[in-house]
């Protein structure tokens, strides 16, 4: 008999919970054990409350550790995280994701320290479609750098492949419709806020803390709906309120630049140059000329 729920709507606010935590200890494992199970895919493990004790191959030994949350761990695919075989039960609560090549398997943990899980205080969910685009280069990327021994680099990406794979959940029970729509509704709420905020110096990191998103995720909105990088959305519509005021303000260039969230006048020429071929100044002329 089942014991646990099998629920999205009730693993989300666990999921929310996560993405709020700073400053979680990290550690990632990829270090694959002489003998013995592993799990074959790789993992994030995050750590809400509590006191976690695991088994991990470090070194060429194999070592126990204790993790008091909050924090965030990553098993590479074959590497050895688990718990051990006579754990001291403690109280812990954590979510746990599993990236399947054909779908993501998502639990919440709630262990008391007295029954063992699972229990019906458990939440474990499975999407049918796999880690994202985005999600999958995270993936490679944090493999490649534990390959080249570069830990503290791969530790930083593990909170954007947490923020990507909520991401992922959060659509995985919609309609192939739905699904289609809601990154669509992200971007259009992301572009207007962009073209509405163009005036201020507003970073890629900023928009997506905004929209509880990974600024990766961000990028890659830019990429599929404009075939352009963050940056260069955001310039465009700098530009374009730049134009506007040359042809309808009488601002000099210095005060149209900082206007428009440019950090210098002379950055702020050399873009418009750029995009439109001739300076301000001498565009401005052009467009208040008064026809013979």
């Given at each position: 008999?089942?014991?646990?729920?099998?629920?999205?709507?009730?693993?989300?606010?666990?999921?929310?919970?996560?993405?709020?935590?700073?400053?979680?200890?990290?550690?990632?494992?990829?270090?694959?054990?002489?003998?013995?199970?592993?799990?074959?895919?790789?993992?994030?493990?995050?750590?809400?409350?509590?006191?976690?004790?695991?088994?991990?191959?470090?070194?060429?030994?194999?070592?126990?550790?204790?993790?008091?949350?909050?924090?965030?761990?990553?098993?590479?695919?074959?590497?050895?995280?688990?718990?051990?075989?006579?754990?001291s039960?403690q109280?812990?609560?954590?979510?746990?994701?599993?990236?399947?090549?054909?779908?993501?398997?998502?639990?919440?943990?709630?262990?008391?320290?007295?029954?063992?899980?699972?229990?019906?205080?458990?939440?474990?969910?499975?999407?049918?479609?796999?880690?994202?685009?985005?999600?999958?280069?995270?993936?490679?990327?944090?493999?490649?750098?534990?390959?080249?021994?570069?830990q503290?680099?791969?530790?930083?990406?593990?909170?954007?492949?947490?923020?990507?794979?909520?991401?992922?959940?959060?659509?995985?029970?919609?309609?192939?419709?739905?699904?289609?729509?809601?990154?669509?509704?992200?971007?259009?709420?992301?572009?207007?806020?962009?073209?509405?905020?163009?005036?201020?110096?507003?970073?890629?990191?900023?928009?997506?803390?905004?929209?509880?998103?990974?600024?990766?995720?961000?990028?890659?909105?830019?990429?599929?709906?404009t075939?352009e990088?963050?940056?260069?959305?955001?310039?465009?519509?700098?530009?374009?309120?730049?134009?506007?005021?040359?042809?309808?303000?009488?601002?000099?260039?210095?005060?149209?630049?900082?206007?428009?969230?440019?950090?210098?006048?002379?950055?702020?020429?050399?873009?418009?140059?750029?995009?439109?071929?001739?300076?301000?100044?001498?565009?401005?002329?052009?467009?208040?000329?008064?026809?013979?």
């Amino acid at each position: 008999m089942t014991k646990y729920q099998i629920s999205l709507e009730a693993l989300l606010p666990f999921c929310e919970e996560g993405l709020a935590i700073a400053h979680p200890t990290r550690l990632t494992v990829h270090e694959e054990p002489e003998e013995g199970w592993v799990h074959s895919v790789p993992r994030l493990l995050i750590l809400l409350e509590g006191e976690g004790h695991y088994q991990i191959q470090k070194n060429g030994k194999l070592q126990e550790l204790q993790i008091n949350a909050p924090a965030i761990l990553y098993c590479a695919k074959d590497g050895k995280l688990t718990t051990p075989n006579n754990p001291s039960m403690q109280p812990l609560r954590s979510l746990s994701f599993s990236f399947y090549p054909n779908y993501i398997r998502a639990m919440h943990i709630d262990c008391d320290g007295v029954h063992i899980p699972p229990t019906e205080r458990d939440i474990f969910y499975h999407t049918d479609q796999p880690l994202s685009d985005a999600g999958i280069a995270l993936l490679k990327a944090i493999d490649c750098l534990l390959e080249a021994d570069n830990q503290p680099l791969a530790e930083e990406l593990l909170f954007p492949l947490f923020q990507i794979t909520v991401e992922d959940l959060k659509v995985s029970d919609a309609s192939p419709s739905e699904r289609y729509l809601r990154p669509m509704r992200r971007w259009n709420q992301i572009n207007a806020f962009l073209r509405e905020h163009r005036e201020e110096s507003i970073t890629r990191s900023q928009v997506a803390r905004l929209f509880r998103i990974s600024p990766g995720y961000v990028s890659e909105l830019c990429r599929q709906n404009t075939g352009e990088s963050f940056s260069q959305v955001k310039l465009h519509y700098q530009l374009e309120r730049a134009e506007n005021l040359l042809i309808h303000s009488g601002m000099n260039v210095n005060e149209i630049a900082a206007q428009c969230g440019f950090s210098s006048a002379n950055y702020f020429i050399r873009r418009f140059r750029k995009a439109y071929g001739v300076t301000p100044h001498v565009y401005r002329n052009q467009q208040t000329k008064q026809p013979q």
